[in-house]
């Protein structure tokens, strides 16, 4: 697999539409598959919900490769959410590799990681392959958990 080198920053205010753009082309199938794509919608959803403050952007190489948000969840730990690749660094690594980082973060602070994915997308996998489990669902969403996984114990001699 040939992962690019990447970082993650800050996201900023002038990111929204970049973001909202993203978000727009990654999710089409998907929910036009589910019959719910709306052109105007799906573009405003993110912008309604844009945080500088727990929103990262992907670079790859250097340049805009994606986004990731992570918050604190109501019901306590995180929501991840927002989490999309241009269609280009897909299967390439990435995904996983910013996935893992995020986990990292979370299983040092010993909290539960949870998010929604659209019925039969294939980040699904995904999220399974990195530890998630179905919490529960309906027609269009699967609620989606992974609890924290704890550092492997010092081997003792």
Do not use: K
């Not at 973001?19 to 719910?36: I, S």
């Not at 980040?123 to 529960?136: D, I, K, Q």
């Amino acid at each position: 697999m040939n992962t690019p080198d990447w970082t993650l920053r800050a996201a900023e205010a002038d990111d929204v539409e970049p973001v909202a753009e993203l978000r727009a082309v990654v999710l089409r199938p998907d929910l036009e598959r589910l019959g719910r794509y709306d052109e105007h919608r799906v573009r405003q959803r993110l912008r309604d919900s844009f945080s500088t403050r727990w929103t990262s952007i992907v670079l790859a190489e250097g340049a805009f490769a994606g986004c990731v948000t992570v918050r604190p969840a109501a019901s306590g730990g995180r929501l991840l959410e927002h989490f999309y690749l241009a269609p280009r660094h897909q299967g390439r690594g990435l995904g996983s590799a910013v996935l893992r980082a995020v986990l990292a973060e979370a299983d040092a602070a010993g909290e539960t990681v949870r998010l929604d994915v659209l019925q039969g997308s294939p980040a699904r996998r995904l999220y399974e392959r990195h530890g998630f489990t179905l919490e529960s669902e309906d027609p269009i969403d699967a609620r989606l958990l992974r609890r924290p996984v704890a550092p492997p114990a010092a081997v003792r001699r």
